[in-house]
């Protein structure tokens, strides 16, 4: 058995790895990665044609966004997901090749060819199985977002698991990753943050709801940029949980994330909850939007990290009132507008470099495993070869240390590398 490393290797992005058996060829998760110079792909993939499946983990860009290229190249395999994977992988392409379009960016490929890749899409139940090519296969809940999965395969007498991007601790919107994987002798691990530990929950929680009733009471504005796949669903459940005396407002991609979300109940803790607090929540329509700028209210819109979507418009009617707030419910990465925020109180509105005068604080909402956390579940499955991936060189390289130490014989593979299992 191989393990070809397409990408995510001491990176964050473009998730792509090939299984290699002596009889086929398989790929979990086909990504991209989103840089300041412009795309990347995955690399060194030759004929994409004789690719037999793809074990797809979830629906985020940076597993599925090369899914149209390669279909583009010839790769007409299964593509085996879950039904929630599906409907958000479709909805999640089309958003980006709208974008792409828009910034007359070189993608690659058309509209066609994500309807060819989605038509491949086959789907698989949390918790079910299948074989193809004498590989058995069986998905569980990864914890990460709506439909989100680890993976495992059984091959050549041996047991593999993929985490995906995995998350054990449970949330308001989520049931925890599964743990509960048997005897696992290969374990491919996220190590997003492979060298850090998140704040609890339930105080970050609290911290943002008081930071709302601060700026309220000044009769401020409260803008909640999100993430339009989780997150903004995770802040709605949280804001549904008190009667804050202005709207409470959903807006851009996070509206439509939400109602597809509440068409897959089985993928969410508690449907019904959700289901509420959209109800209690106002919808806003594009042509609606000029009406609540001037009005105190709560805004939950996208994107998370202000590279684009209503925030903007919101903000730039905002930026300038001391007494508001802009409260970020995710990582911003480096180079995007939210970081310049972050770092330097300045946002890009309409290609201007603006000042922003309102309250600006972070909130650490994470949907992957702290370090703490990852290494509790590792040694808890105590697989016989550990392939560490998907984080930065530091978080990599933390995560390797530990585990050597207690005898694993792990991996840190770099982009490209081959991997012998025996």
Same mark, same amino acid.
């Given at each position: ?37 412009? $795309?990347?792909?995955?690399?060194? !993939?030759?004929?994409? *044609? =004789?690719?037999?499946?793809?074990? #797809?983990? +979830? %629906?985020? @860009? ?22 929630? $994977?599906?409907?958000?992988?479709? !909805?999640?392409?089309? *958003? =980006?090749?709208?974008?792409?379009? #828009?910034? +007359? %960016?070189? @993608? ?22 299948? $074989? ?8 569980? *809940? =990864? ?9 495992? @395969? ?269």
């Amino acid at each position: 058995m191989k393990l070809v490393m397409h990408g995510a290797a001491r990176e964050v992005g473009r998730s792509c790895i090939e299984l290699q058996s002596k009889q086929s060829r398989f790929l979990l998760d086909c990504g991209i990665k989103l840089t300041e110079s412009g $795309t990347e792909y995955p690399v060194g !993939l030759e004929r994409a *044609d =004789a690719i037999r499946a793809v074990f #797809l983990s +979830h %629906a985020h @860009l940076d597993h599925t966004g090369a899914l149209p290229l390669f279909d583009h190249r010839g790769m007409k395999c299964p593509i085996i997901a879950t039904p929630t $994977t599906k409907a958000l992988t479709r !909805l999640l392409l089309e *958003d =980006a090749f709208k974008i792409g379009r #828009l910034q +007359h %960016a070189q @993608l690659g490929y058309e509209q066609l060819d994500i309807d060819k890749a989605l038509a491949c899409m086959s789907n698989v139940q949390l918790n079910d199985s299948g $074989t193809i090519d004498n590989v058995y296969y069986k998905y569980f *809940d =990864a914890g990460h977002i709506p439909g989100s999965s680890s993976i495992v @395969l059984a091959l050549e007498n041996k047991k593999l698991l993929y985490t995906g991007d995995y998350n054990p601790q449970e949330t308001l919107l989520m049931h925890g990753g599964s743990q509960d994987f048997g005897d696992v002798d290969i374990m491919i691990t996220e190590t997003t943050y492979g060298d850090r530990d998140h704040p609890p929950r339930t105080a970050t929680e609290r911290r943002l709801l008081q930071r709302i009733e601060d700026t309220l009471a000044l009769g401020g504005k409260a803008l909640v940029p999100s993430f339009a796949v989780g997150r903004a669903q995770e802040m709605l459940l949280l804001l549904a949980r008190k009667d804050w005396g202005v709207p409470v407002y959903i807006d851009g991609m996070a509206l439509e994330a939400t109602q597809l979300l509440l068409e897959h109940p089985d993928s969410l803790k508690e449907a019904d909850k959700l289901h509420e607090a959209l109800r209690k929540a106002q919808q806003v329509r594009r042509g609606e939007r000029h009406k609540i700028f001037s009005k105190q209210s709560i805004v939950i819109t996208t994107s998370g990290m202000l590279t684009g979507g209503p925030i903007i418009d919101y903000i730039k009617h905002t930026h300038n009132d001391v007494n508001s707030a802009i409260l970020l419910t995710g990582y911003q990465a480096e180079h995007t507008n939210g970081r310049l925020l972050m770092d330097k109180h300045h946002v890009y509105i309409d290609g201007w470099k603006t000042a922003v005068k309102c309250t600006v604080e972070q909130f650490d909402f994470s949907a992957h495993a702290g370090a703490t956390e990852l290494k509790r579940v590792i040694r808890k499955i105590s697989p016989h070869t550990l392939v560490v991936q998907h984080g930065d060189p530091a978080a990599v390289e933390h995560m390797r240390l530990w585990a050597a130490a207690l005898g694993f014989d792990v991996r840190t593979p770099s982009l490209n590398e081959v991997i012998s299992i025996d």
